[in-house]
């Protein structure tokens, strides 16, 4: 028997408006999205909700309808759904629709869609709370099965994961990790019985989210018989097909008139035709299959680029210059108790200011080019300094009103004042 299990990345940043050195001690709204619609976010969400999240949640909506077998997960960053209530609730709306059937399972992750594991434990555990209070608030669900920002794992991410009481964890089946090991079982990390890995099937899942429309490729067309024909390989040499990939392939990545709705139309029905054949949630793979061995990972993966690892957000001097700097202010921003300058900084956490930073060239050039709103990786560092700058002098600020307030309540009570 194989399963399918569909698992969608839902992720929009906070992007950095153009934000000049004249801008820092003038001006507080970093991403432009307080208080004009008409802002770069709020363009960018409105078009992705037209093209991609509301007709794939209604072509989804539609397929649990016809076919009580099929499921679906999605994890959603704590930044895409604030800025789905600020541009376009209905798009949290025709979610909840969704999640209502009981046939959608959400996922945890960080709030921020940030790298917090790699830089601050206290800071990661704080955004995965954070947004499993998010989910209770939206959704009525709990998070139970966790994937990290852009599937990056390691040996140690599933410990911390494990005690923070999840079953099981997302990561990319890279090569590099796998050997000669399949990527369609589920395995244990090392040490732990407890936990789970769901790993992606990578050829598969790329084939959709990357190769549809490619007229190069030597497959072209993929239609749904063909796709189901390559999961009906596995039955007797996987449990489980883990079909990972960006929610924005459906419209956005891979445009309507490519044919990307009638192939995810038509899936559903291809793949249960074997009568082996059927779909899972991650918890419902974890439930229901056993692991087949231990996969230790003890340096960083991810699902970025070819090289899955952390060089798409960490790769050159810039990028490890500005994370340096988010996370050496952290202590005094918490400290600080200023909620905005709090919710600011972790904002600034998000991995995509990193990504746009990457001066990888080539095809992964490429795709770093075509999601950055700036002209150049060291524009993107620029604005994003320039805003690190100010939200200093926030700080100075907060610390110099505090010493003052010190004072005058020093000045009150002394002998000399009464």
Same mark, same amino acid.
């Given at each position: ?6 698992? %969608?990345? &839902?992720?929009?940043?906070? #992007?950095?408006? #153009? ?6 001690? @003038?001006?507080? $709204? ?26 794939? *949640? ?73 947004? +499993? ?14 994937? *990290? ?5 390691? *040996? ?31 395995? *244990?990390?090392? !040490? ?18 990357? +190769?549809?429309?490619? #007229? ?14 390559? &999961? ?9 097909? @883990? ?6 392939? %459906? ?5 309507? $008139? ?18 082996? @054949?059927?779909? &899972? ?26 090289? /899955? ?10 990028? =490890? ?9 952290? =202590? ?11 919710? $600011? ?19 992964? !050039? ?22 690190? #700058?100010?939200?200093?002098? +926030? ?6 009103? /505090? ?16």
């Amino acid at each position: 028997m194989t399963s399918t299990c569909f698992y %969608f990345q &839902v992720h929009q940043p906070f #992007r950095i408006k #153009r934000y000049r050195i004249f801008d820092v001690g @003038n001006d507080r $709204d970093y991403f432009g999205d307080q208080s004009e619609r008409d802002t770069n976010n709020a363009k960018v969400f409105r078009k992705v909700a037209e093209k991609c999240y509301l007709p794939a *949640n209604r072509t989804l909506l539609e397929l649990l309808e016809q076919h009580p077998e099929f499921k679906v997960s999605f994890s959603f960053s704590g930044v895409f759904l604030e800025q789905a209530a600020l541009y376009a609730p209905e798009v949290i709306e025709s979610f909840q629709r969704l999640v209502a059937t009981g046939r959608v399972e959400v996922l945890g992750e960080t709030y921020y869609h940030s790298l917090s594991f790699l830089h601050s434990r206290d800071e990661f555990r704080a955004q995965v709370n954070l947004h +499993r209070k998010k989910i209770q608030e939206l959704f009525g669900v709990t998070p139970t099965v966790f994937r *990290n920002t852009e599937l990056i794992y390691h *040996n140690d991410l599933a410990q911390e994961v494990e005690a923070m009481g999840y079953k099981g964890i997302l990561a990319e089946g890279a090569d590099h990790i796998l050997g000669w090991r399949s990527p369609n079982f589920l395995y *244990n990390p090392p !040490g732990s019985t407890k936990t789970k890995l769901l790993l992606k099937n990578y050829r598969l899942s790329d084939d959709i989210a990357f +190769r549809f429309s490619s #007229r190069e490729w030597a497959e072209y067309p993929l239609t749904a018989p063909k796709f189901a024909s390559w &999961v009906n390989e596995t039955n007797g040499n996987g449990n489980v097909v @883990n079909l990972f990939m960006d929610y924005e392939t %459906f419209g956005e990545h891979q445009w309507e $008139d490519t044919g990307i709705f009638w192939f995810l139309r038509s899936l559903p029905e291809e793949i249960l035709r074997h009568p082996d @054949n059927d779909f &899972v949630t991650p918890s419902e793979a974890i439930d229901r299959y056993d692991a087949v061995a231990e996969i230790d990972v003890p340096h960083y993966v991810s699902w970025a680029d070819v090289e /899955r690892d952390l060089s798409a957000w960490l790769s050159n001097p810039i990028q =490890h210059d500005a994370m340096r700097a988010i996370y050496a202010v952290e =202590h005094e921003v918490l400290e600080s108790g200023d909620a905005h300058l709090i919710h $600011d900084w972790r904002k600034l956490q998000t991995s995509d200011h990193f990504y746009y930073m990457c001066t990888k060239w080539f095809t992964d !050039g490429d795709v770093h080019k075509y999601f950055s709103p700036y002209d150049s990786p060291y524009e993107a560092f620029i604005a994003y300094m320039n805003v690190l #700058r100010d939200l200093r002098l +926030r700080l100075d600020i907060i610390k110099q009103n /505090r010493a003052a307030a010190v004072g005058v309540a020093q000045l009150i009570s002394s002998p000399a004042y009464a």
